[in-house]
């Protein structure tokens, strides 16, 4: 019965990017994230990246609208444009989370971070014509569409993890840049091991893939969705059970230290981080240290 209800996923799900990742057959050792974790783990870039080649159409067009891995899809660039056979391409999409924000400011905040894509595979040339030509997709993050944005593919560093076992619930402050989680792939809120996150904080202060960054959230804050609903100063005191002799600001407790994650790609003013370690679920809006 798995078996079977595996196959329909396969069949019926895979072009609408239902089923999980496909990955190559080499994958990285253990130690480290595998290759679906680090290309398919999205970016933001500040400038945007070049969008002169696209996917333009692919086989089956006539009733396809999305193609997946080992489909057939064509490129607006052909023998006169310089594309030869065997090239390989990364193909990304900007992205924008549809729903509301989850915290005060968060969508100019993303703004000011540069544009957020997503991976959606790679794919290699098998066939030039004059101005067009056609590529296989070899593996598939989710699926593509015409006009997704195609650009050379150049491999990414696959930095080591660190021994969980070491982390510090109580760590304090590394003196470090800090930064917000901002959003995250697939746009989850909150934010367990595995899934990967967009911190406002990058090369710029000095950021770099296999860096460390630590999560952590004050008691209470001014653009807490909590605070919104009028729940000001819980810290302190909550009507009906009990308070504190006198007033505390959230930062003047201890901060929560809620995990941990690594990171695995580095622009200007943007880290991506993969969660590996959550004593507690992180949400958007909390903070990120670099440890």
């Known amino acids: 019965m798995r078996a079977k209800l595996a196959a329909f996923c396969v ?9 999980a990742a496909q990955t190559p057959a080499s994958t990285s050792p253990n130690g480290q994230p595998d290759y679906t974790k680090v290309y ?3 970016f933001v870039s500040d400038p945007k990246v070049p969008d002169d080649i696209r996917v333009i159409s692919g086989e089956q067009s006539n009733y396809k609208i999305v193609f997946s891995r080992g489909d057939l899809v064509y490129l607006n660039r052909g023998q006169q444009q310089g594309a030869k056979l065997g090239d390989v391409y990364s193909i990304v999409r900007p992205d924008k989370d549809p729903t509301n ?4 400011g968060q969508e100019k ?3 000011r971070m540069g544009v957020l894509y997503r991976d959606l595979g790679q794919i290699r040339i098998v066939s030039v014509q004059p101005e067009t030509s056609v590529a296989e997709i070899l593996f598939s993050c989710d699926y593509m569409q015409r006009g997704d944005v195609a650009r050379p593919f150049v491999e990414r560093p696959v930095p080591p993890y ?5 982390f510090d619930i109580f760590a304090p402050a590394s003196g470090k840049p800090v930064g917000t989680i901002l959003t995250s792939y697939d746009y989850h809120q909150a934010l367990g091991a595995g899934i990967t996150t967009y911190v ?3 090369a710029s202060k000095g950021v770099k893939v296999g860096d460390y960054v630590r999560f952590f959230r004050y008691q ?9 609903a009028g729940e000001q100063d819980m810290q302190y005191k909550v009507y009906g059970f009990g308070s504190a002799p006198k007033k505390y600001a959230g930062k003047d407790l201890p901060r929560e230290v809620l995990g941990e994650g690594i990171v695995l790609n580095v622009t200007k003013d943007a880290a991506t981080v993969l969660v590996t370690y959550e004593r507690e679920e992180a949400y958007t809006g909390d903070f990120a240290e670099l440890e």
């Open 101 to 104: 924000e989850w915290f005060y």
């Open 40 to 42: 398919c783990s999205g």
């Open 109 to 111: 905040a993303i703004k």
């Open 220 to 228: 209470t804050s001014k653009d807490d969705v909590a605070a919104k």
């Open 11 to 19: 069949s019926i799900l895979a072009s609408a990017g239902v089923c």
């Open 162 to 166: 660190k021994d969980v076992s070491k």
């Open 200 to 202: 406002n904080i990058g």
